[in-house]
């Protein structure tokens, strides 16, 4: 429960003062992190059902290779796959096509998560904010 909190408040989104939005949303590249995340959440008691994932690429990516990429990795039905982000740039230098080890980042988010969002920041401020006793 400590790490995935920890993971969640590096990685996840968190309200700020011209903000106010206490969703828990969390995303990564890396599936380890994501399946850590998936894991904590399941430890936490969020039905899988109440989850939503969304692909964060660039345009000259393969969308749907990576599509089922995530999908493989989190073991989610496609009903669970919103429309993914597409990132439009113009890099300065290009980028190597057909890189076969690029699938994005994976967002995952909780419906209706405003309470598990307050008491993930309560663990991870808790962890955080622990004062260390030194041994007797």
Request: glycine share 6%; aromatic share 10%.
């Amino acid at each position: 429960m400590i790490a995935g909190a920890i993971a969640y408040w590096c990685e996840g989104t968190k309200s700020k003062p011209y903000r106010l939005d206490q969703q828990v949303r969390f995303i990564n590249s890396d599936p380890a992190l994501i399946r850590l995340f998936l894991a904590f959440l399941d430890r936490a008691g969020v039905s899988r059902q109440r989850l939503r994932f969304c692909v964060h690429i660039h345009e000259s990516a393969d969308v749907e290779a990576a599509i089922r990429y995530w999908a493989r990795v989190t073991g989610a039905a496609p009903d669970q796959f919103v429309r993914p982000v597409i990132k439009h740039h113009t890099p300065r230098r290009p980028r190597p096509s057909g890189n076969a080890d690029y699938h994005g980042c994976l967002r995952v988010s909780v419906i209706k998560s405003s309470t598990l969002y307050r008491e993930i920041s309560g663990w991870a401020h808790g962890v955080m904010t622990a004062r260390r006793r030194d041994p007797v």
